[in-house]
């Protein structure tokens, strides 16, 4: 039984590590057909999505006592640095989203989110948010080492 | 660290689930950047709504998990 929870961590992290990857992997990498992000919206998205499946799994270990509640609350503090980062990227070069995610849900914004001309340094941040959230997936991925 | 079969059982569940929602996840950003260059446009606001909520739900997740804890 000890074995067989072993395989399903590490393939659970395995699948966890393709999704999370997506910013920084290039197409395809793995096996699986990845579409690496082309502009900036598409890496904020990224960013977002790969925040959610790290706070998910890490949420899952700690449920079930893989990981202590200090990891946990770790992991929180490593996410919402990333978080954090991506808010300001977010505000910084897609403005009028703030005020769109206040709006009632059944506005449709089908146009796109963020600015063609994009203001100094906007890459740049948004790199960084990025890089904070790959580090909290390195964090939780090491768990599954942990588990070998 | 001895678990019990229940506890073997829920977290052979909870991971599988992870992990099915990590591939869906996977697959559903793809798809998103993927319709979008064929559009020849970037991510629509409602595109990034949906990333960031469920950034939301994963805060809350974690947090209420924690909050849970010995």
Do not use: W
């Not at chain 2, 739900?57 to 209420?64: K, P, V």
């Amino acid at each position: 039984m000890n074995r067989t929870r072993t395989m399903i961590i590490a393939a659970v992290l395995a699948v966890a590590a393709l999704a999370g990857n997506g910013c920084t992997t290039p197409s395809g990498t793995g096996g699986v057909e990845v579409q690496k992000p082309r502009t900036y919206g598409q890496s904020l998205i990224y960013g977002y999505e790969t925040h959610a499946v790290v706070n998910n799994t890490a949420a899952t270990l700690a449920k079930n006592g893989i990981i202590t509640k200090d990891d946990a609350v770790r992991v929180l503090g490593m996410t919402n640095i990333g978080r954090s980062g991506l808010d300001a990227a977010m505000r910084t070069g897609c403005p009028a989203m703030e005020a769109y995610l206040k709006a009632p849900k059944d506005q449709r914004g089908q146009e796109p989110a963020c600015l063609s001309n994009l203001p100094p340094g906007a890459v740049e941040r948004l790199q960084l948010a990025v890089g904070a959230i790959d580090q909290a997936f390195t964090f939780v991925n090491s768990f599954k080492k942990g588990q070998q | 660290m001895k678990l019990t079969t229940e506890q073997q059982l829920a977290l052979i569940l909870g991971l599988v689930g992870q992990g099915v929602e990590a591939f869906a996840t996977l697959q559903r950003v793809s798809a998103t950047i993927q319709q979008r260059n064929a559009e020849g446009r970037d991510v629509t606001m409602d595109d990034l709504r949906g990333s960031v909520e469920r950034s939301d739900a994963s805060i809350e997740t974690l947090e209420s998990v924690i909050a849970g804890m010995k």
